[in-house]
């Protein structure tokens, strides 16, 4: 077989980010003046924004300002499919998760179902905006506060959505966003907290101060290590982002996972349990005060490319694309990603092995529903995945499809090319979900 041409070559050796986040820019690291979360209080449109060094860290001064206001109340109802490190930070705060599953093909819980979880054991509910879809807020508010339960908004991965012109995470009593790699823009690891009640984010502000301000030295000096390794990653991220150092930095890693069939490994959801609490140090801020003054331009991009490729994959027979909530009307989403459905885990399997890693854009959001995960069995029982079918349902069938500008437009049709043989040809393959 004559070598493939220089060109084809090079192109497969270039991996576009798995997201379409903010890329850092090696000026962002040029000194100069930086007020970070004041700036990130009026991108949100707040008066006060809080910072922190995860959004799980965030998540973790929430439950704790709740858990003070009421504290026979043990339990946190959480979505079925979800990031585990909103399982791990409920358990890390003493507290127990309760799995709601979702409604078919959305990420909206399941409203009568959290109905029946939710009581006077509840502490509160976290409804989640994925893949920067608005979900549905309003109705989980409604079943949780007629019970006395908080509503925390998980906008981890949803920086800059909207409900009717105002940001995500001012809906439910508390919201968050993270600040981690592949989120809207990122610090390497970072975290939001807002409230629109003034009380309950003075409440989380002190409990931040607490994680930020440890008594022992030890701790202190704990946390000044840890921001200094993020810093250093940071930095090393904003070298390595570009097409060809990803494919080494990112999808090398991806294909040795794929090829041992550690499906976990690959998406990166087998998450350490110990939850790093530590101040955002000036140098972060500085970059990231940089980065978040070309978010706005950034996230209308990633609007406009999304819009404009929706339609080819609407026009595949068996593809769904998933959208913001129906039932949050006057939302306005992000597109870091579009996350879309295939019929069956066998479909949507074959597409993944032949693209994740590949130079397609291709990714998982979280590999299974959380009964599902070998690694978590002592959080739960595999049993809780059947009362959760909607959600296990999704995790089958989910792909998620970059939105970096980076995906260009003939990759991106090459993968609606291999979408529309899978749903086309592979009707056979049995259906395992
Ligand atoms: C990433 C993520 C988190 C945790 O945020 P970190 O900043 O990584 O700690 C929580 N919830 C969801 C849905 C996420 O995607």
């Not at 054991?121 to 506060?145: C, K």
């Amino acid at each position: 077989m004559s070598p493939q041409p220089r060109s084809d070559v090079a192109k497969q050796r270039a991996e576009p980010p798995p997201t379409g986040g903010l890329p850092a820019r090696a000026r962002d690291w040029l000194p100069g003046r930086s007020d970070l979360t004041a700036e990130l209080a009026r991108f949100l449109g707040v008066e006060r924004a809080l910072l922190s060094c995860s959004g799980t860290a965030a998540l973790v001064a929430a439950l704790d300002a709740l858990k003070a206001r009421a504290p026979a109340r043990r339990k946190v109802i959480i979505p079925a499919y979800t990031c585990p490190l909103v399982a791990i930070a409920v358990v890390h705060c003493g507290l127990e998760p309760i799995l709601c599953d979702l409604l078919p093909d959305s990420f909206d819980l399941e409203p009568e179902q959290l109905e029946q979880l939710c009581n006077n054991a509840t502490l509160a509910v976290v409804p989640t905006h994925f893949g920067g879809h608005v979900s549905d807020i309003a109705t989980a508010v409604r079943i949780a506060h007629a019970q006395g339960a908080w509503v925390i908004e998980d906008a981890a991965q949803a920086l800059g959505a909207t409900i009717d012109g105002h940001s995500v995470g001012l809906t439910g009593d508390i919201g968050f966003f993270s600040l981690a790699v592949g989120k809207g823009m990122t610090l390497f690891e970072g975290g939001v907290l807002i409230s629109r009640d003034e009380a309950l984010l003075n409440a989380c502000g002190q409990q931040l101060h607490q994680q930020q301000h440890p008594s022992r030295w030890s701790h202190k000096l704990g946390g000044l290590l840890w921001d200094g390794r993020r810093t250093a990653e940071l930095i090393a991220y904003t070298l390595a982002y570009r097409p060809r150092l990803l494919n080494w930095a990112y999808a090398r890693e991806v294909r040795r996972a794929l090829a041992e069939g550690d499906l976990v490994a690959a998406a990166g959801d087998d998450f350490s349990r110990q939850i790093p609490l530590h101040r955002v140090g000036y140098l972060r801020r500085r970059a990231g005060s940089s980065a978040l003054q070309r978010l706005p331009e950034w996230l209308s991009q990633c609007y406009q490319q999304a819009q404009q490729r929706l339609p080819l994959l609407r026009a595949i027979d068996g593809v769904t694309v998933l959208s913001d909530s129906p039932q949050a009307p006057a939302a306005q989403g992000t597109w870091p990603v579009v996350i879309v459905l295939l019929p069956n885990q066998a479909i949507r399997d074959w597409v993944l092995h032949r693209s994740w890693g590949k130079g397609l854009g291709t990714s998982l959001m979280f590999v299974h529903a959380l009964p599902d995960y070998e690694c978590y069995r002592d959080i739960f029982a595999a049993e809780e995945g059947e009362q959760a079918p909607n959600a296990r349902r999704l995790a089958q069938r989910m792909l998620v499809i970059s939105n970096s500008p980076w995906l260009d437009q003939p990759r991106f049709e090459r993968l609606c090319a291999m979408l529309h043989r899978a749903t086309s040809e592979a009707r056979e393959l049995p259906a395992t979900a």
